[in-house]
T-cell receptor
Framework: EDQVTQSPEALRLQEGESSSLNCSYTVSGLRGLFWYRQDPGKGPEFLFT???AGEEKEKERLKATLTKKESFLHITAPKPEDSATYLCAVQGSGGGADGLTFGKGTHLIIQP | NAGVTQTPKFQVLKTGQSMTLQCAQD?????MYWYRQDPGMGLRLIYY???????DKGEVPNGYNVSRLNKREFSLRLESAAPSQTSVYFC???????????????FGDGTRLSIL
């Protein structure tokens, strides 16, 4: 059974204060690890896909990295508009379902 | 640039009533999914459809049925609603898996369902 654990559950930062969010996972045959952003009252918005250990992806102030057991979402010099819940999900090749297994998310607040 | 559209956005039902949640995508994706999101829990897969004409159970299928009406539309039906089905329901779609790996799923903005 695929499992995803995200930490911390919540994080409050000052504007400009860089930090990292963690996603630990266990999966049978990784097909992809996905990062999403979710704003209140909205659906998850796709950010990145990572496929293999050592891979990195960047978009504006966000950078996602992947190892065989963890992924990190690094946020550099965040702004208040980066406040959201960040979700990590994996898709494995074991079992019949092709859906994603999600973590519970990290609720990020950036204070001006 | 609609992407994935879900209707209705909000609904209140009484225990035992039935209803169908609608989902349509305009990205020409083969695969479609239904998830539920509950406080303190991650999104959980209810049902998915890898292609038109096929459907399969996910992690939490009990109490639900689905219909893949055509390539664009995938509906979720609650035959006899129960308070435990109070949740936010999300529909998603993705391109078909390739040898290169999994494809990202794109989500609608959800249906907020309360069952009294």
């Amino acid at each position: 059974e695929d499992q995803v654990t995200q930490s911390p559950e919540a994080l409050r930062l000052q504007e400009g204060e860089s930090s990292s969010l963690n996603c630990s996972y266990t999966v049978s045959g990784l097909r992809g690890l996905f990062w999403y952003r979710q704003d209140p009252g909205k659906g998850p918005e796709f950010l990145f896909t990572l496929y293999s250990a050592g891979e990195e992806k960047e978009k504006e102030r966000l950078k996602a990295t992947l190892t065989k057991k963890e992924s990190f979402l690094h946020i550099t010099a965040p702004k208040p508009e980066d406040s959201a819940t960040y979700l990590c999900a994996v898709q494995g090749s074991g079992g019949g379902a092709d859906g994603l297994t999600f973590g519970k998310g990290t609720h990020l607040i950036i204070q001006p | 640039n609609a992407g994935v559209t879900q209707t209705p956005k909000f609904q209140v039902l009484k225990t035992g009533q039935s209803m169908t949640l609608q989902c349509a995508q305009d990205m020409n994706h083969n695969s479609m999914y239904w998830y539920r999101q509950d406080p303190g829990m991650g999104l959980r897969l209810i049902y998915y459809s890898a292609s038109e004409g096929t459907t399969d159970k996910g992690e939490v299928p009990n109490g639900y049925n689905v219909s893949r009406l055509n390539k664009r539309e995938f509906s979720l039906r609650l035959e006899s609603a129960a308070p435990s089905q109070t949740s936010v329901y999300f529909c998603a779609s993705s391109a078909t898996l390739t040898r290169g790996g999994g494809q990202p799923q794109h989500f609608g903005d959800g249906t907020r369902l309360s069952i009294l």
